[in-house]
Nanobody
């Protein structure tokens, strides 16, 4: 089992940057596939990015070129570096983890076993 704690959210102006972190507790972090999802008010939780245990990365189209996911296995932490933020990026960002991941379903909430509590990202115009 793994516990996930997100941090780094806050208020940023449009065009600005933020770096989110997700610290994982438990054993064998390097065996976990890790992901970021986000949920805006009144909307469903949506996939943002993922990094597999082998450090292969995936992104939803709307964030490609602006957002980078990475992992540091020595620190049991993943990161989400977000640049050129816009109003549509405002949401609660959730970290997710799972050992067995069907890549065809990586964008599905149900494909991920463990979740953090989320960190709020607010973008002002």
């Amino acid at each position: 089992q793994v516990q996930l704690v997100e941090s780094g959210g806050g208020l940023v102006q449009a065009g600005g940057s933020l770096r989110l972190s997700c610290a994982a507790s438990g054993r064998s972090f390097s065996n976990y596939n890790m992901g970021w999802f986000r949920q805006a008010p009144g909307k469903e939780r949506e996939f943002v990015a993922a990094v597999t245990w082998a450090a292969v990365t995936y992104y939803t189209d709307s964030v490609k070129g602006r957002i980078t996911i990475s992992r540091d296995n020595a620190k049991n932490t993943i990161y989400l570096e977000m640049n050129s933020l816009n109003l549509e990026d405002a949401a609660v960002y959730y970290c997710a983890a799972t050992t067995q991941l069907n890549l065809a379903w990586k964008t599905s909430v149900g494909a991920w076993r463990y979740w953090g509590q989320g960190t709020q990202v607010t973008v002002s115009s």
